[in-house]
């Protein structure tokens, strides 16, 4: 079965600090993957997502995340985060002949001033 | 664009009882909807799969009796908790796609809580 995960549950940084979330999943075949990300008392929103082409994907609000193929990894990083970026982050997956949304456990992400 | 909306956003019941949830898409025709349950400090996990006009693809383990799912129209879905126990508390959350394997677009949720 597919499975996604995410091995940071929960990561304190300051203001300016780089950031990199960890995902992993495991499904062989062709996947489609997303990070979504839930600020405090909102809904999930879509922060990037990769289907195919450059394994570098551009998100909003400075987010990135890398596909690595070999290793089952989408990965995502920001070079310096902000307060605003306290949220709860989470990795899915779809395979790619489904429309289900597999999710990691998620990352709470605490930034401080 | 591309706005979900749920209703009501939290709900409270009496044990025994049935409790509706709409989940609408506002300014898109959704082909997909999907019903997901997320547990305090938990992940969201699926619970179906609601195409319109067809019967819900339910995940192992859910109760299509107790968790009926009517996707009456392109921009509808619905979610009923039949008999409502306190272990159906919960936070519900909808998500709508446009179209086959396209981006899900998420509801805020609505919070039940069964006394």
């Known amino acids: 079965a597919q499975s996604v995960s995410q091995h940071n549950h929960h990561v304190i940084l300051s203001e300016a600090a780089s950031l990199e979330l960890g995902c992993n999943y495991s499904?062989?075949?062709?996947?489609?993957l997303f990070w979504y990300v839930q600020y405090p008392g909102q809904h999930l929103q879509l922060l990037l997502k990769y289907f195919s082409g450059d394994p570098l994907v551009k998100g909003i609000k400075g987010f990135e995340a890398e596909f690595i193929k070999s290793k089952f990894s989408f990965n995502l990083r920001k070079p310096s985060v902000q307060w605003s970026d306290t949220a709860e982050y989470f990795c899915?997956?779809?395979?790619?002949?489904?429309?289900?949304?597999?999710f990691g456990t998620g990352t709470r992400l605490q930034v401080f001033p | 664009g591309a706005v979900v909306s749920q209703h009501p956003s939290w709900v409270i019941c009496k044990s025994g009882t049935s409790v509706k949830i709409e989940c609408r898409s506002l300014?898109?025709?959704?082909?997909?909807m999907f019903w997901y349950r997320q547990f305090p400090k938990q992940s969201l996990m699926l619970m179906a799969t609601s195409n319109e006009g067809s019967k819900a693809t339910y995940e192992q383990g859910v109760e299509k009796d107790k968790f009926l799912i009517n996707h009456a129209s392109l921009t509808l879905s619905t979610l009923t908790v039949t008999s409502a126990h306190p272990e159906d508390s919960s936070f519900y959350i909808c998500s709508a796609a446009p179209g086959t394997y396209n981006e899900q677009f998420f509801g805020p949720g609505t919070r039940l809580t069964v006394l």
């Open positions: 300014d898109f025709q959704a082909t997909t």
């Open positions: 899915a997956v779809n395979a790619g002949n489904t429309d289900k949304l597999i």
């Open positions: 499904y062989g075949g062709t996947v489609n």
